[in-house]
């Protein structure tokens, strides 16, 4: 059979070709009507010729012009024609043709569109696949060169060895066989000496975090809401009125968004102080420095301001934006239907032992409050000192006032919750707080 010199390679993508073209006239609206007007016409032929040398609109337009003039078929016309010269006949260009030829320039056009995006998907779809197997086939050449290489460790054993040969592959063996233990051994023991460190690394992270938790989280808890209380609008009030509330007792600081239950009256010592701050602040009433709300003297209350993250007291961190307060802040106290409201006047920190801090003469409703400074630890204590300024400390009542050193069972003013160790300590000693 004649092939025309074309290879087979040549053959077998002009058979594909062939097939994409039909596939792609198949799926194009009207396709098929559109494959028998054009298969076998000379247009189409022609058409593939000229698709290497011009757009196929410039093939339409320059087929379109040849139409205009044609040969004469008929011997007779109305023009003189000269002997022996050809007659030709202007033919006008039919509407209808023209239309017809429009049409046909447009199914090129999609025809052409949808042969484009058939090689665009098809390329697409190729190169995707040949990257795979690229890939596939690049990990199979590691794995095999893996394996090569340990076969090549590894001694063979020849067919017919003598005594010689076999002694040397056994010394051989045992070589890598020694050598792959002494790896794993060394291995071994690596990670035996390494679990411990590990496992010592972890206890001290965490007795770490039992211990100092506090000295992260306190100042974190310092300027966020603290304890579970929420903005109540309290910065609205105006502190040169007296308002109407309801009978709970509670203690609220606007700049701090603090809003506290308060424990008037209770017993000063370390256990009744402690129980009371589990659910928010309590009075701390020593000879000296025992007024209540609306009476001339010292009024003063103690918070918490730190403990261990994992403590069940949701009022931990209470006052642990006390040092955030300045002169002129204000303090309000709700007290037996009744709010009084403070300003502050003084900040100062102490030893915990300076119990005489909190007692001095006044002739004003004077309020203290106490927490521990600084922020995680116990070591200090920051007294806040504020007075009254509504209602009018004019019509304040006077109470009994006595000079005390604070000696005797007021040794030193109340502190934070104990850390780890300490509550190792006190159960090992059997104290009590």
């Keep these: 059979?004649?092939?025309?010199?074309?290879?087979?390679?040549?053959?077998?993508?002009?058979?594909?070709?062939?097939?994409?073209?039909?596939?792609?006239l198949a799926a194009y609206g009207g396709g098929t009507s559109f494959l028998r007007k054009t298969e076998g016409s000379t247009f189409q032929k022609?058409?593939?010729?000229?698709?290497?040398?011009?757009?196929?609109?410039?093939?339409?337009?320059?087929?379109?012009?040849?139409?205009?003039?044609?040969?004469?078929?008929?011997?007779?016309?109305?023009?003189?024609?000269?002997?022996?010269?050809?007659?030709y006949k202007q033919t006008p260009i039919s509407t209808t043709v023209t239309t017809n030829n429009k049409a046909t320039a447009e199914e090129?056009?999609?025809?052409?569109?949808?042969?484009?995006?058939?090689?665009q998907k098809y390329y697409s779809d190729y190169y995707a696949k040949a990257a795979k197997s690229y890939i596939e086939n690049e990990r199979l050449k590691d794995e095999r060169k893996k394996h090569?290489?340990?076969?090549?460790?590894?001694?063979?054993?020849?067919?017919?060895?003598?005594?010689?040969e076999e002694q040397s592959i056994i010394d051989a063996l045992k070589t890598t066989v020694k050598k792959h233990?002494?790896?794993?051994?060394?291995?071994?023991?690596?990670?035996?000496?390494?679990?411990?460190?590990?496992a010592g690394a972890a206890v001290v992270l965490i007795v770490l975090f039992l211990q100092y938790n506090r000295l992260i989280f306190a100042p974190i808890a310092a300027y966020v809401s603290p304890g579970n209380s929420e903005d109540t609008g309290i910065t609205a009030l105006d502190p040169t009125l007296t308002t109407a509330i309801s009978a709970d007792n509670r203690l609220m600081i606007p700049k701090l968004n603090v809003d506290v239950p308060v424990h008037f009256g209770i017993a000063n010592d370390t256990d009744t102080v402690n129980a009371a701050m589990e659910n928010g602040v309590a009075?701390?009433?020593?000879?000296?420095?025992?007024?209540?709300?609306?009476?001339?003297?010292?009024?003063?209350?103690?918070?918490?301001?730190?403990?261990?993250?994992?403590?069940?007291?949701?009022?931990?961190?209470?006052?642990?934006?006390?040092?955030?307060?300045?002169?002129?802040?204000?303090?309000y106290i709700d007290y037996e239907g009744n709010r009084y409201t403070y300003s502050v006047t003084k900040m100062e920190t102490v030893e915990p032992n300076n119990v005489s801090a909190l007692v001095y003469e006044t002739d004003k409703p004077m309020l203290t409050l106490i927490t521990c400074t600084p922020l995680g630890t116990s070591r200090y204590r920051l007294l806040v000192t504020a007075e009254q300024i509504n209602p009018a400390p004019s019509g304040a009542t006077q109470t009994d006032f006595v000079d005390n050193e604070a000696d005797g069972p007021y040794e030193a003013m109340p502190e934070n919750e104990p850390t780890f160790f300490e509550r190792i300590w006190n159960f090992l000693t059997g104290q009590n707080r």
């Design 108 to 119: 090129w056009q999609k025809y052409h569109t949808a042969w484009q995006d058939y090689y």
């Design 283 to 331: 009075q701390f009433a020593i000879p000296g420095a025992s007024a209540m709300p609306g009476e001339i003297g010292n009024l003063v209350i103690t918070g918490h301001s730190a403990g261990d993250i994992y403590s069940n007291n949701q009022y931990k961190f209470i006052f642990s934006g006390l040092e955030r307060l300045g002169n002129g802040d204000l303090i």
């Design 148 to 164: 090569d290489e340990e076969v090549l460790e590894t001694p063979q054993l020849p067919v017919n060895p003598t005594e010689e």
């Design 46 to 87: 022609n058409l593939g010729k000229a698709a290497n040398n011009m757009p196929v609109e410039a093939y339409i337009a320059t087929r379109q012009a040849k139409k205009v003039i044609q040969p004469s078929q008929s011997a007779q016309s109305n023009q003189p024609v000269a002997q022996g010269a050809p007659s």
């Design 1 to 24: 059979m004649d092939t025309g010199g074309q290879s087979s390679n040549d053959r077998s993508r002009q058979t594909a070709t062939e097939i994409a073209r039909r596939k792609v």
């Design 181 to 198: 233990a002494a790896t794993t051994m060394k291995k071994s023991r690596k990670m035996r000496r390494l679990m411990p460190l590990l």
